[in-house]
């Protein structure tokens, strides 16, 4: 199975620590989101990425979050000095552009825990 | 900002039945996509139908369809002849162009056997 792969699966940290996650998308997909999903709530944008540029990012995005796709492949999202209100699931989701009615792929998620 | 809304936050059906989860949306645009995601307990996103805005013909796939009434702004989604393994939270989203997906609230389904 060759679709969009997210490492690690579970994360639990302590308040104020930082954590990274990865995201690998579906091979030749140009195209990577993130969302955030909260318990009992729809996923929530993140931010986007194009090849290794990143076009929009959300307001939810504040400045303690960064995201990377170097070389347009794989891509990180990095949390600095975590807060208990960002526990959720980090949601990775990759299409191609094809103009007309491309269709995002999610992969399995990252579950956050800040303690 | 367009907004997604699902007005049944659950819905149970009895297995071989037909359900219909509703979705409305704001808009302003009259180019855009619709889609019904499944998200089955503790697994990934999938996506279960979509439907193109220009396109009057409602989509259908296998036992899932929908009803697009886009003057109204109304997205329901349809699944026939209900199956044990349906159980799962549905989102309705929308898509403008190549940017991100705005969710709804999610519609958790039980299938009653």
């Known amino acids: 199975d060759t679709g969009v792969s997210q490492d690690p699966r579970h994360k639990i940290t302590k308040r104020g620590q930082n954590v990274t996650f990865r995201c690998d998308p579906i091979s030749e997909h140009n195209r990577l989101y993130w969302y955030r999903q909260t318990l009992g709530q729809g996923p929530e944008f993140l931010t986007y990425?194009?090849?290794?540029?990143?076009?929009?990012k959300s307001r939810l995005l504040s400045d303690r979050f960064s995201a990377e796709r170097p070389k347009g492949s794989f891509s990180t999202l990095e949390i600095q000095r975590t807060e208990q209100g960002d526990s959720a699931m980090y949601l990775c989701a990759s299409s191609y552009s094809s103009g007309r009615g491309e269709t995002q792929y999610f992969g399995p998620g990252t579950r956050l825990l800040v303690l | 900002a367009q907004t997604v809304t699902q007005s049944q936050p659950e819905m149970s059906v009895q297995e071989a039945e037909t359900v219909t989860l509703s979705c409305t949306y704001d808009?302003?645009?009259?180019?855009?996509?619709l889609f019904w995601y499944k998200q089955p307990p503790s697994r990934q996103m999938i996506l279960v139908i979509r439907q193109e805005a220009y396109k009057q013909q409602n989509a259908t796939e296998n036992r899932f369809s929908v009803n697009f009434q886009k003057a109204a702004k109304s997205f329901s989604l349809k699944i026939s002849d209900s199956q044990l393994g349906d159980a799962a939270m549905y989102f309705c989203a929308y898509r403008e162009g190549a940017q991100k997906l705005v969710f709804g609230q999610g519609t958790r389904l039980t299938i009653n056997p």
């Open positions: 808009t302003s645009e009259s180019d855009y996509y």
């Open positions: 990425f194009q090849n290794e540029a990143q076009l929009e």
